[in-house]
């Protein structure tokens, strides 16, 4: 269990190759039951549809953990199921038709919903000792840091897309 | 079975996170409007702040109901339940694929925006603030995991460097949604940016800010969902490759030299801390 005491162990990797396989396929389960009234709130699609939308995503996040448990070299699990989730929907594969059809009434937005959920119990006394320490100076730097790359990233890519087209 | 008893264990953040979550979707997205454009408070925020509030690390008497112990064991779960949102975002850039490819230039250049941060954190955190080398860890990335653990093997986190990308990261995690949901809405409803352009933008962060980003312009311009989230989960997906890269061997040695440069005295610079110690 991640249970911070102090900095040095509050190295939080995004990711972790280690994780047991059986314990994340439970997990990612159990949120997509949650996912199921949320998709029913957000979407006009059938209870049908929405099993066999979510089914699919969960076997493409299946697909990305194996990847990321057996491939020969190491990438974080969310970019093998992007990978995966790509491979599955190029429109010149022959399952394309039928894959596509299954996910794409899926909402993105609600499934965003529980991540978000239990980000905000993740919340630790350590992450908010650390907050009442840096104070509100590092509250606003934190904020031009956000607002800068976003708009630099921003900017950038208008500039881009102006040139190349 | 070891995970029955986990499950069993688990099962009151399971409910919470589904109560909550249901209510957030039954809120569904509201709009503010201010003058500049419309700010979109999405079902997300909504359930992130319930949460918040049912935390006991955050208000105290809920402790006597939910241990803050119990609550622990949820941030594992973050990124469990962000990966069917992934796997979402992965199945419409397949079919966006041509147009993925032909914004290929901008998506890779686009990484480089990153260095807006030392155009407008940086002065504020050294000339306004008169922080010290915080600033450099602060300022030199937007302080997601891959960058902590750059400043953490560089400078350690104990360390004035390691005190400025924790406070950075930490206040990401509880206040980055809210920025990158309001910027993303504000900047779509008024139209200075192009909506493909701005969806590329939102890769740069965390899933949960890539989330609350392109939900907040999905909402703005819901004509154009498919092509904005084709383009945020291919800036994303780039981000994870190209990154900590750009972190690494671009952002950090300019924020280094640019603070050596404005304060060669400081103590703490490594020349003089070096200097300081007897041989």
């Known amino acids: 269990m991640t249970a911070y005491e102090s900095e040095e162990d509050f190295i939080p990797s995004s990711d972790n190759r280690s994780l047991p396989l059986g314990t994340s396929l439970r997990d990612l389960a159990v949120v997509m039951l949650i996912s199921i009234p949320l998709q029913l709130i957000a979407t006009d699609l059938t209870l049908g549809a929405v099993l066999a939308g979510l089914a699919a995503l969960y076997a493409l996040c299946v697909l990305g953990l194996l990847l990321t448990k057996y491939s020969p070299f190491y990438l974080p699990s969310v970019a093998w199921i992007s990978l995966v989730g790509i491979a599955l929907t190029l429109p010149f594969t022959p399952w394309f038709e039928w894959f596509n059809e299954l996910v794409t009434g899926i909402d993105f937005l609600a499934l965003a919903v529980p991540p978000l959920a239990y980000a905000g119990l993740a919340i630790s006394k350590l992450e908010l000792s650390i907050m009442r320490r840096s104070g509100w100076k590092i509250l606003i730097v934190a904020i031009l840091v956000f607002i800068g790359t976003y708009v630099g990233s921003a900017a950038i890519a208008e500039f881009m897309l102006q040139v190349t087209s | ?279």
Not at chain 2, 37 to 50: H, K, Q, R, S
Not at chain 2, 207 to 228: H, K, N, Q, R, V
């Open chain 2, 1 to 279: 079975m070891e995970s029955m008893k986990t499950l069993v264990r688990l099962w009151p953040i399971h409910l919470i996170v589904l109560v909550t979550s249901i209510v957030a979707q039954i809120i569904g997205v509201r709009a503010i409007p201010i003058g500049i454009g419309t700010i979109l408070l999405l079902p997300l925020l909504f359930a992130f702040v319930f949460t918040l509030l049912l935390n006991p690390n955050v208000i105290k008497p809920i402790g006597r109901v939910l241990s803050t112990r119990r609550v622990a064991a949820a941030s594992p779960l973050i990124v469990i339940a962000i990966m069917p949102f992934i796997a979402k975002f992965g199945t419409t850039i397949g079919p966006a694929i041509e147009e993925v490819i032909q914004a290929g230039p901008a998506l890779l250049l686009q990484e480089l925006g990153n260095l807006g941060t030392i155009l407008l954190a940086f002065p504020v955190a050294i000339w306004v603030f008169r922080m010290g080398r915080e600033s450099i860890g602060a300022v030199h990335s937007i302080a997601r995991e891959p960058n902590i653990a750059i400043i953490a093997d560089r400078y350690g986190l104990r360390s004035p460097e390691g005190t400025g990308v924790m406070g950075v990261y930490v206040m990401g995690t509880l206040f980055g949604t809210f920025v990158f949901a309001i910027i993303a809405s504000i900047l779509a409803t008024s139209g200075v940016f192009s909506i493909e352009a701005l969806a590329m933008a939102c890769g740069v962060g965390s899933g949960s800010m890539m989330a609350a980003c392109s939900g907040a312009l999905a909402a703005a311009a819901p004509e154009a969902t498919d092509s904005i989230t084709a383009l945020a989960g291919a800036s994303n997906l780039l981000t994870y490759a190209t990154g900590m890269y750009v972190s690494l061997f671009i952002a950090l040695p300019l924020v280094e030299r640019i603070y050596l440069r404005i304060r060669p005295d400081d103590p703490d610079n490594p020349r003089n801390r070096a200097a300081e110690e007897p041989v």
